[in-house]
């Protein structure tokens, strides 16, 4: 079985009403404006989207921050980049990143939950996370870590009830379907002091989880760089990197007989 996994396109633009100057979404519009469009380029995901569309894997994973402040054309411009994988017949799993989840601005809000039901095709909804989707040879467990924060931190919470949801899931000791994990923010954080604004609170119970193998493999993005921390079975994190700003995504294949994941990085 293969899947596919790409992260943090990052598309932007600028303030698309007044009120964007006295919430968050001036940070947001600042840094794109001077920082993320030159360093950001979304070509990169047209390039991705048809290598995706050429390859057919059975799964598309995309784990959050199409935009950079969370506003409804930056989603639209994005999306209209993704539509083709979006109507395509590959099963396609989005769940937002905490630049999705910008600001408690109500068109901001339904921004991004229409953005959930429309690439989901309706399989799920925002107010539907998390849940389990049973594609192909493995269970993904999707849920949301992302949530408006205040102005200086870009925090990630794994609130109690995605975390009972994620033990309740993984609680059978004996599996013959690998559970995949699919979040934005990484589970493992390997400098909490030195990332304190950029972290994810609540994970220790899924920590556990992965170092139990109960939990298989973790997708996400939030950290631009690619990495891979996972053992000679595969299993562990994978961050596929931005694809739009380290032109990188991972082809993950899971060999059921042999009950192991291998990963390759696609250069786009
Ligand atoms: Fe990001
Ligand atoms: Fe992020």
Redesign the pocket.
Known sequence: MKIIHFS?PHGGGPAEDWMAYFDKRWVGVFNYRFRRRFRHDLSKLQTAVEYILDVKPDAAVCT??LTSAGQPGEFARVIEILKPLRNSKIPFIYTP???DCYVTRPQCVKAVKDAVEYLSHGVYTFEGMPLKLEVGEVDFLVVNT?APSNLLC?WGFLTAENRDFIVKNCAEDNHERPRILVT??PMIEEHPVLRVR?RLFGQKEVLKLMKNKQLDLVLC??VHKPSLRVDEQGRGECISGSVTRNGTMMEIEYEKAARKFSFRTIGV
């Open positions: 943090d959050g921050d990143g905490n630049h992302s870009s934005h923010y950029h993005g939030h």
